[in-house]
């Protein structure tokens, strides 16, 4: 495993991280689940991508706007970082082709939307790919939350795929939550004891 802050330096070229990221990614080396609850331009991406990258496998993020995918991928691409994205946007076999690289690739990151995890091909693509995967990420959180407002019924099927890789921390960010909200957010994602 490589130091964070050797990897935050090598990818981004800063010296030292933004208040709360530090504490995130500690806590996420550390093993454990987390909820990750900053601003919006606080760098939550930075607080699951530096400890992706300090670990061999691959990130799965479940993002629910495709605009943000697309830009994610397009970031980490221009620092040299295997990236890959999945949308409904894309035709069957651009789809299969990228979780294939992913499964036989040294992928680092690789950003779907809610809607696909149901889809039989990633279903039966999880299967392989789970070997690898070792940090699951859910962006936009609070959409998992019946309280959240923006609440959408596919992100109740990331708790499937927890169950799948039940080895894999999950790692869940986003700008705002109430005490309810978060409290929701830790139920719905299957959160073990001991998270943060």
Request: charged share 20%.
């Amino acid at each position: 495993m490589h130091h964070p802050l050797q990897v935050l330096k090598h990818y981004w070229g800063y010296d030292g991280f933004r208040p709360g990221q530090a504490e995130v990614i500690d806590s996420i080396l550390s093993g454990h689940d987390t909820l990750a609850l900053m601003p919006t331009g606080g760098g939550k991406s930075i607080t699951f991508q530096v400890p992706a990258l300090a670990n061999s496998g691959i990130c799965l993020v479940i993002s629910p706007l495709v605009a943000l995918m697309k830009d994610q991928v397009k970031n980490l691409q221009k620092r040299g970082i295997l990236s890959a994205f999945i949308s409904s946007e894309m035709p069957h076999w651009e789809i299969l082709q990228q979780l294939d690289n992913c499964i036989l690739g040294d992928y680092k990151f690789l950003y779907i939307s809610p809607e696909r995890i149901s889809s039989e091909l990633f279903q039966e693509k999880l299967k392989t790919l789970s070997r690898k995967v070792n940090l699951l990420v859910v962006d936009e959180a609070h959409c998992i939350s019946q309280w959240g407002n923006d609440f959408r019924r596919d992100y109740r099927l990331i708790a499937d795929i927890r169950d799948a890789i039940p080895h894999v921390q999950v790692i869940a960010v986003t700008a705002s939550a109430t005490a309810a909200v978060v409290a929701d957010i830790c139920e719905q994602l299957h959160f073990r004891k001991g998270y943060r």
